[in-house]
Every structure is written in structure tokens, then in C-alpha cells.
Nanobody, 127 residues
Framework: QEQLVESGGGLVQPGGSLRLSCAAS????????MGWVRQAPGKGREWVSQ????????RYAESVNGRFTISRDNAKNTLYLQMNSLKPEDTAVYSC????????????????????WGQGTQVTVSS
């Protein structure tokens, strides 16, 4: 059974850092683009970041650009999101997802391009 499990969320003060992990089971992460999406209470899903299979091409939402870094470790079959300089508005449930198609992609991914989603991990940024 294919599964993505996020971890690493928690409570952090503004300006702090967290590293989220997304562990895959039942499949490998080395052939598909992967993304991070977040959803704050009362708001819709917001695309955060994505990375190509090779790890050399990444994209970020303007709201997190320069503060977040997405990466993957194919040997560990794990996706990461390093979050620095966290702000209260970063508070959300963060989920990872796999693109349904194999290969590289240069444009931002659409919602319908993801086919596997994790359950998410809660990130709370508060003093």
C-alpha cells in the first residue's frame, strides 16, 4: 500500500526553524516530482514548494521563498522541507504529495497532478 507519512511539525516561536520529513512506503520517490502543500484553519490549500526527481530543480511560493528549502534523499526515500525564519502566518497543516507522472517538470504543479497525499503534520508558530 503506497503511503506518505509526514513528521517534524510542532510548536515553534516566530523566527524559529523546523524540518519536516515525508517518508514514503510502498514506492520510491526517485521518479516523480514531489510537493509540499499547506492548509491553515479556515483557508484553502496553498502550494508551498516542489522538487523534481533529480533534486536539481525546485520551486517555491512567493510567501516562503528564501525561507524554506525543499530537498529529497532518494536513498532514504524521504522528502524534506527545511523551514527557517518562521512566521505566525506559516501556521498550517503541511502535507506532502507525489506527482502522478514520472519525470521532470519545470512549471508549478496543478492540484490534479498529485495522486498520493500524506495526512499532514501540524506546524504552529506562536510566541
Amino acid at each position: 500500500q503506497e503511503q506518505l507519512v509526514e513528521s517534524g511539525g510542532g510548536l515553534v516561536q516566530p523566527g524559529g526553524s523546523l524540518r519536516l520529513s515525508c517518508a514514503a512506503s510502498g514506492f520510491t520517490l526517485d521518479r516523480n516530482a514531489m510537493g509540499w502543500v499547506r492548509q491553515a484553519p479556515g483557508k484553502g490549500r496553498e502550494w508551498v514548494s516542489q522538487i523534481n526527481p533529480g533534486g536539481g530543480s525546485t520551486r517555491y511560493a512567493e510567501s516562503v521563498n528564501g525561507r524554506f528549502t525543499i530537498s529529497r534523499d532518494n536513498a532514504k526515500n524521504t522528502l524534506y522541507l527545511q523551514m527557517n525564519s518562521l512566521k505566525p502566518e506559516d501556521t498550517a497543516v503541511y502535507s506532502c504529495a507525489r506527482r502522478k507522472y514520472v519525470g521532470e517538470v519545470l512549471r508549478p504543479l496543478r492540484d490534479d497532478e498529485y495522486n498520493y497525499w500524506g495526512q499532514g503534520t501540524q506546524v504552529t508558530v506562536s510566541s
